[in-house]
């Protein structure tokens, strides 16, 4: 079987869970909502069979199961959100709509070779930069919930930093696999584009006041740093600094005080500042082994107001993990674990250091992503404001994990080219 | 597997994949953590913090006239309240609170230091233009309960019968306590599990609150307060300690007014001493006097030992064991027939009609006509007065007992045996429920006392009271036929004798004496003016008996 037709049959099934989880919803929720919800998974499914029709197309060799990981998750996501709020929905629904387009847009445009964007890196690296600054600017970034990481024109609202990452990890592919010799032999001076991104990082830290968007960058770094010139030291090192650093701002930042403190001890102030992990535990924790059944959890009080805050977005895992329970909820971690380990085989299969790198970074970014939200969410680390890839509510999250899907696929298509001629 | 070609070794790639395998394994290890094995605790926990059970509370019944006029209903309060913990400006609360809640500033900003509380009172049940005050200052930590509270519209009148209900709204005294049961309702109450910010995530249990029933009297509020206000007038002209009224049916046993001077305002119950708020008519007693002679004589006529013309010769004064009995004017021997005893009230012709019943018969009788035990009146904290059981009287109670000294009686149980006197005989207990609900209406227990001969021969017998040469000729009332009785009684003294100075004056009456439709008793305790009954007491119940007649539109049946 091809790998297209592969792709193809994954996809049969995803819709066949899609539509499963709908119905569930449906079944459960009936005297709430329409048979109008059982569309969605009609609607899901033939989006995601344009997209493999594109991707017939553009990347005939690129790994099968790829895209049907990411339209399970987006699907589960999809499926999440309409139980929580139809109407948040049918908005995330455009939005997925809206990247495909933008993902089919990616692999027409770089199908013959992506390999070219190498010699706009530093474009790249400006962009990223810019992007990250956007909501700094007065007039169009905003303040949500105490995070500076929005930015509005008009109606039209989104999240640079999304973005950002991704113009980073092209950046730095690209660069690096230019400087690595140089940076690998471990001169003084060339700490230089490393000190450089550290600071780029606690600027985003002190912006921001969120722990997790810096953490993400400059783990990135590390990671693509470490895999192109195989210094742990520079690794070692970069992590102290960072921890350093991130004491520093802890100790005059008092959101950045509060994170932590509720991360240690969210009972010491139960009723507040720690109130929405604790209830997370909860939601998570009362679904149990087997969860309550999608459309079954309870989120809402009486009045209709939602129990835990942001639980559409930065929390959605617990609403999951408390309908479908431990069983469900491990299979999602298995989900992303199966997408990173497949985004890392791309990137062992890459014959060129850039492909290497993109794959590895790109990858290594949507691991790092997931790990810090469910991390923040599961109390491992302090919680962070991020979303959680594919599956939360929120379009510029939506668009870049395409985007970076697309990128993934673009390196496992040459690969697989290689390899299958 | 594709060989690199030694750009970038796959070596670092796994390495990097392996780190990931770990984060993502502690990630699955805490997943189950949290729903294998902390799910039980952390899901008691959960429910645990935040359920609460919140009572519904049920609103109070109100409390009507016989006519429809609201004496005592739930009226619409805020309470307001301070979380001490959240309150961030405790001077501005304590501002809000004085000048809008008349509380001491200095007090509530005492309160509002101690943390350790979540929740103090600014102020119970206050005026809801007030607490709306209050809210728009937008003071953070102050919060706002609506709840009923209990009003009494008219003011004082009945306030002695009503009694008072508490912050709570739980019957303390008088009608509020005695239909407690019926007014109160049951609560009903509401299991939830509210998030930390005190909204309602979900219902577990809920009883709905049944609501309590209206109550309407038999009292007539027109009455009632001509009633108060003609006691008021009578207590400053005399100078008296206090005075009661009770006007009853004697036909239904509904009293139509029971009024207890000096008055206060119902709604001020609480703040009062329990001695001002007491309903004398029902839990105090007091020495009839010659009042208590109609029950000698009735006994006397139904043991058929006389009949109201049997002529007795009576001396001035007469010897009863170491006692001696006169009348209350100096007169010559002369005979007298029993109707005249009872209109010229003679102690000694009294007495002489009591030693021939003797004691036994005569203790029977007084037992009989109701005395010495609760008449059974639906008000709380009835008194049955004292009565010595005949064994235990003295060789010389035969000589005070028939004229009503060394007896104690409430004025409802003297009432309800001239009612009985006036209803052909038959006595009904008295009561002041007329109606409970949308229930029956209310009906007094029944018993005959005296034949209708004999009650119709007491009538008579009365009436002379009122006439020319009888103690009570003030009571006369215009176009209106009245039997009565006047009583001047001496009040015991602390040494044990009877006092000099001190009296109790009252009288009662029927009216209109052919066909009874009234009863009407008036006592007067300690008047300085005048002590007689017939002086103080008669034009009362005359004044009382004029408005009810013309209020009732009772057709005269004298010229």
């Excluded at chain 2, 990097?16 to 799910?39: D, E, K, S, Y």
């Excluded at chain 2, 006595?427 to 009906?443: A, D, M, N």
């Amino acid at each position: 079987m091809s790998a297209r037709n592969r792709e193809l049959a994954n996809l049969l099934a995803v819709g066949v869970l899609t539509g499963l989880g709908f119905a569930s919803v449906y079944i459960a929720r009936q005297s709430e909502i329409s048979t109008g919800s059982l569309s969605y998974a009609g609607f899901f499914f033939g989006l995601y069979l344009v997209a493999h029709a594109v991707c017939r197309f553009t990347i005939p060799y690129a790994d099968p199961y790829l895209l049907p990981m990411a339209a399970l998750l987006t699907g589960i996501g999809l499926t999440a959100i309409y139980r929580l709020d139809p109407e948040d929905a049918f908005r995330q629904g455009r939005w997925i709509a809206i990247s495909v387009v933008f993902f089919a847009a990616i692999l027409l445009l770089l199908r013959r070779d992506y390999r070219r964007l190498e010699s706009y890196k530093y474009l790249f690296g400006l962009g990223a930069l810019v992007l990250l600054a956007l909501p700094a600017l007065p007039g169009i970034g905003e303040t949500v919930n105490g995070a500076r990481l929005w930015v509005r024109v008009g109606a039209f609202q989104f999240q640079p930093g999304e973005l950002a990452k991704l113009m980073l990890i092209v950046f730095l592919a690209g660069y690096l696999r230019e400087k690595r010799e140089v940076l690998a032999q471990g001169r003084l001076k060339d700490f230089g584009p490393l000190l450089l991104i550290w600071g780029g990082a606690m600027l985003v830290l002190v912006q921001t006041n969120d722990l997790g968007s810096a953490l993400l960058y400059f783990g990135i770094f590390l990671g693509m740093l470490y895999v192109a010139t195989g210094r742990l030291a520079f690794v070692i090192a970069g992590l102290a600094l960072f921890l350093g650093g991130s004491y520093a701002v802890y100790t005059f930042v008092p959101r950045v005080q509060d994170r932590v403190s509720i991360w240690l001890d969210p009972w010491k102030d139960a009723q507040g500042a720690g109130y929405q992990i604790i209830q997370s535990s909860y939601s998570i924790a009362s679904g149990g082994f087997g969860g309550t059944g999608f459309g079954r959890g309870t989120f809402t009080g009486t009045g209709g107001d939602q129990v835990i805050p942001f639980l559409n977005t930065d929390f959605i895992y617990s609403a999951i993990a408390q309908e479908v329970g431990l069983v469900g909820a491990s299979a999602l971690l298995l989900v992303y674990m199966l997408f990173v380990v497949r985004g890392f085989r791309t990137a062992l299969l890459a014959d060129d250091g850039f492909s290497k790198l993109l794959a590895a970074g790109l990858t290594f970014g949507f691991a790092l992503q997931t790990f810090i939200i469910l991390g923040g969410i599961l109390r491992l680390i302090p919680l962070t404001g991020i979303t959680l890839p594919f599956v939360s509510y929120g379009g510029s999250s939506v668009l870049a994990n395409f985007a970076l899907l697309g990128g993934i696929l673009l390196v496992s298509n040459r690969a697989g080219a290689r390899g299958g001629a | 597997m594709t060989r690199a070609r030694g750009s970038v070794p796959n070596r670092r790639i796994r390495l990097l994949l392996a780190v990931l395998v770990l984060m993502f394994a502690l990630a699955f290890g805490r997943t189950v953590w949290l729903q294998g094995i902390r799910a039980e605790p952390l899901a008691r926990l959960a429910e645990s913090q935040h359920r609460q059970t919140v009572a519904l509370p049920a609103s109070r019944g109100a409390i009507y006239d016989r006519t429809g006029v609201q004496l005592a209903i739930g009226e619409r309060a805020t309470s307001v309240y301070a979380d001490p913990r959240q309150v961030r400006n405790p001077r501005a609360v304590a501002i809000a609170a004085g000048q809008l809640l008349g509380r001491d500033p200095d007090d509530v900003l005492e309160e509002l230091a101690d943390r350790r509380r979540s929740f103090v009172f600014l102020r119970r049940k206050a005026d809801p233009a007030a607490a709306d005050a209050v809210r728009r200052r937008g003071l953070v930590g102050v919060g706002f309960l609506d709840e009923e509270r209990r009003a009494y519209p008219q003011g004082s009148i009945a306030a002695h019968v009503l009694g008072y209900a508490g912050l709570d709204n739980d019957g303390l005294a008088g009608l509020e306590k005695q239909l407690d049961p019926v007014l109160a309702g049951v609560p009903g109450s509401e299991t939830i599990v509210k998030d930390p910010f005190g909204r309602a995530v979900k219902v577990i249990r809920s009883t709905p609150e049944q609501n309590g029933r209206d109550v309407h009297l038999t009292l007539d509020q027109n009455l009632q307060a001509n009633a108060e206000l003609v006691l008021a007038k009578v207590l400053r002209e005399s100078r008296a300690k206090s005075a009661t009224a009770v006007v009853l049916d004697p036909r239904s046993g509904e009293l139509l007014a029971l009024a207890v001077a000096p008055t206060f305002d119902a709604n001020r119950f609480g703040e009062l001493a329990a001695q001002r708020t007491r309903n004398l008519t029902v839990t105090d007693t007091y020495e009839p006097g010659s009042t208590f002679k109609l029950i000698t004589v009735g006994a006397v006529l139904s043991e058929g030992l006389a009949t109201p013309a049997t002529a007795y010769t009576l001396p001035y004064e007469i010897q009863v064991a170491d006692r001696k009995i006169h009348d209350s004017h100096p007169r010559d021997t002369e005979r007298m027939t029993v109707a005249e005893i009872l209109s010229r009230s003679s102690n000694v012709g009294t007495v002489t009609l009591g030693q021939e019943l003797g004691k036994r018969r005569l203790a029977r009788w007084i037992e009989h006509f109701g005395f010495g035990r609760p008449t059974g009146i639906d008000f709380p904290g009835e008194t049955r007065g004292i009565v010595l059981p005949a064994e235990r009287w003295s060789d010389s109670s035969i000589g005070n007992i028939p004229i009503g000294q060394g007896i104690a009686v409430t004025p409802v149980q003297m009432a309800a045996a001239y009612a009985a006197v006036a209803n052909r005989g038959v006595w009904v207990r008295p009561h002041l429920v007329r109606r409970i609900g949308r229930g029956p209406r209310v009906r007094g227990a029944r018993k005959r006392l005296v034949s209708r001969d004999v009650a119709a021969k007491l009538v008579e017998m009365l009436r002379g009271v009122v006439d020319e040469g009888g103690t009570g000729t003030a009571a006369a009332v215009p176009g209106y036929t009245v039997a009565g009785k006047t009583g001047t009684a001496s009040k015991p003294d602390e040494r044990g004798g009877y006092s000099t100075s001190r009296y109790v004056a009252s009288f009662v009456g029927v009216v209109p004496a052919s066909d009874p439709r009234l009863v009407i008793l008036v006592t007067i305790d300690e008047p300085r003016s005048a002590i007689w009954g017939g002086v103080v007491a008669a034009p009362v119940f005359a004044d009382l008996a004029r408005f009810a007649l013309q209020y009732l539109e009772v057709p005269p049946d004298a010229r």
